[in-house]
């Protein structure tokens, strides 16, 4: 069984983009990577990628949510 966590309420992006949980905020970061490991952009994804403790995954899909790594 997947730990993950649910964005409630789910996040609409302007593009038409639904972000419901972690494996979608994954897809869209990856979408958005222009060059791996140089921007904040890769940051979030691999946090959201590391994140396995219920703590880690809501941090990391807060900080997704929020658009920066520092935002807490």
Known sequence: MTLDLLFNP???LVDGTVIRNREDAV?????QELRPGIDERD???HR???ASRHEEIEGA?????AGSPDSK
């Open 61 to 65: 899909l807060n900080t997704f949510g």
């Open 10 to 12: 789910e996040l609409r």
């Open 48 to 50: 959201l990628e590391r």
């Open 27 to 31: 897809r869209f970061a990856r979408a």
């Open 43 to 45: 940051e979030v994804l």
